[in-house]
């Protein structure tokens, strides 16, 4: 079965430092998301990405994080600056259009020191 | 906005029948979702309410009436596997690029 593939499934950065979380979501989906979940709470949306642009994003998501497409398989996050506070674990998600459910990535646990 | 209760916590016997409730607050979705996610994994999308009334997959089924604001998951014969944490989660007319999820309930199994 089709699988929204992400890595490193762990990544420990330094407050201030920069990271990339990456995902290759499947194939012939279209529509992409990054959520993320701080241990023990709910899963919280932070951007959906539509034919090479943002289409929504939350307030999480402010100026140090961006979101990108290099290729045609690609699709990443990045933290400019981390902050303790963004120690969670981030999960991408794709689906088709008009697909109901999404399809998630087993995650990057992203710890912050 | 929206928002999405749920209980924290469901405790209930291994091949026994356990309801989840989720009650919203939105102005208009398109539909509700559940998802389940097992200590540590991704959420694997469970089932979709559109309209109102029953859906049924295998073990799982899932309710919704707009009408009451509310919906519910519902697992028979329960297997020890199970014991997982439960969303449910809209995506709403007014921001229909995104799915929102509920505050989770823990479901834990006992034999």
């Known amino acids: 079965e089709p699988e929204v593939t992400q890595t490193p499934s762990h990544q420990v950065t330094q407050m201030g430092q920069e990271v990339i979380l990456r995902c290759v979501p499947i194939?012939?989906?279209?529509?992409f998301y990054w959520y993320r979940q701080i241990l023990g709470q709910k899963v919280e949306f932070l951007v959906s990405?539509?034919?090479?642009?943002?289409?929504?994003k939350s307030e999480i998501f402010d100026d140090q994080f961006s979101v990108e497409r290099p290729d045609g398989s690609n699709f990443t996050l990045k933290i400019r600056s981390t902050k303790l506070e963004d120690s969670a674990m981030y999960f991408c998600?794709?689906?088709?259009?008009?697909?109901?459910?999404?399809?998630f990535g087993s995650g990057t646990r992203l710890t912050v020191v | 906005g929206q928002s999405l209760e749920q209980p924290s916590e469901v405790t209930a016997v291994e091949g026994a029948i356990v309801q989840i409730n989720c009650t919203y607050q939105?102005?208009?979705?398109?539909?509700l979702s559940w998802y389940q996610q097992h200590d540590g994994g991704a959420p694997t999308f469970l089932s979709y309410?559109?309209?109102?009334g029953l859906e049924e997959t295998g073990r799982f089924s899932s309710f919704l009436s707009r009408s009451d604001s509310y919906g519910y998951l519902l697992l028979q014969e329960l297997q020890m596997k199970d014991s997982a944490s439960y969303f449910c989660?809209?995506?709403?007319?007014?921001?229909?690029?995104?799915?929102?999820f509920g505050s989770g309930t823990r479901l834990s199994i006992r034999p």
């Open positions: 998600a794709s689906n088709r259009q008009g697909e109901d459910g999404y399809t």
């Open positions: 194939s012939n989906h279209l529509y």
């Open positions: 990405f539509y034919n090479n642009e943002i289409s929504e």
């Open positions: 939105t102005s208009g979705f398109y539909g």
């Open positions: 309410n559109a309209l109102d």
């Open positions: 989660a809209v995506r709403a007319y007014s921001s229909a690029s995104k799915i929102i």
